[in-house]
């Protein structure tokens, strides 16, 4: 089963889009989708607009797969359970998002092996036609390591993160 999530704070019609247009070129496949607040209906794929932490839970744990926007709570969940996640950033210029920090966090996260990227409908449906038979990846400890912590604060320090105008230090 692949388990794909939006988050609740927008749309994500392009990832949900293309999901459901790979399902149906697929047939058959066993998807179900948390969309978001969106006006777009998927017709391959099962869905719901928002659902509850625990059902969000479960889904994840029975899923072989996730598909998710770049959302930190998405990606930790996953790596969490030792679930192979594949995720697809909002992207700024496409009014996705009002920055491009989900497009660092995909590639920052990518380049250290623990997630697969699709930055495009094309290249996400190349890498579900990959995934056929997804395997579990090593679990993420739910206490965070040293190294991560450090990782991360270096992060945030050289970016400069900033929200809602605001700096963010870590």
Same mark, same amino acid.
């Given at each position: 089963?692949?388990? &794909?999530? &939006? ?59 996730? &598909? ?103």
């Amino acid at each position: 089963m692949i388990f &794909v999530t &939006v988050g609740t704070q927008g749309r994500f019609d392009r990832l949900i889009r293309a999901i459901d247009e790979w399902a149906g070129r697929r047939g058959g496949a066993d998807i179900f989708a948390q969309t978001g607040p969106s006006d777009f209906r998927p017709e391959h794929i099962r869905s719901a607009p928002f659902i509850g932490a625990d059902e969000f839970r479960q889904h994840a744990e029975v899923a072989n797969l996730i &598909v998710a926007h770049a959302g930190m709570g998405s990606i930790i969940t996953a790596l969490e359970l030792g679930k192979r996640i594949l995720v697809m950033p909002r992207r700024a210029d496409l009014g996705e998002h009002r920055n491009d920090h989900q497009i660092a966090t995909a590639r920052r996260l990518s380049e250290q092996g623990r997630i697969l990227t699709a930055m495009d409908q094309k290249e996400l449906h190349e890498k579900l036609d990959q995934l056929q038979n997804p395997t579990s990846s090593e679990r993420l400890s739910s206490e965070a390591s040293p190294n991560l912590i450090r990782t991360i604060r270096m992060f945030i320090e050289a970016k400069n993160v900033r929200f809602d105008d605001k700096d963010v230090s870590a």
